[in-house]
């Protein structure tokens, strides 16, 4: 999966994509604009583009993996003083879709 390279060349339509509604989730930068700068897109996927879902929103894939560093200590490096408790940065996305589900 090219280290979760979104790369259109052969497969697909990024206009394609994003005309359909169908670019979930994207890497975004300070102000929430996708982005494809280091680091805040660390694979250079373009328009930022992380996440996908089908058309019927049924199946929706991702890159990164989030359920490897829900917990602050998975976090392979943090600053100090960063995510000093058990939640780490992406818990938020696993609470929230609880939520959503109810």
Not at 32 to 51: D, F, Q, R, V
Not at 56 to 66: A, F, L, Y
Not at 71 to 98: C, D, H, T, V
């Amino acid at each position: 999966h090219g280290e979760g390279l979104a790369n259109f060349e052969d497969t697909g339509s990024l206009t394609g994509i994003t005309s359909l509604g169908l670019a979930s989730l994207r890497y975004v930068d300070g102000r929430g604009a996708p982005t494809e700068t280091y680091p805040l897109n660390p694979n250079g996927s373009p328009g930022g583009l992380t996440g996908l879902t089908t058309e019927d929103g049924r199946v929706t894939i991702m890159m990164p993996h989030p359920e490897r560093v829900f917990r602050s200590i998975q976090m392979p490096y943090r600053s100090a003083g960063m995510f000093e408790g058990e939640a780490g940065p992406w818990l938020k996305l696993f609470q929230n879709a609880r939520a959503f589900v109810g």
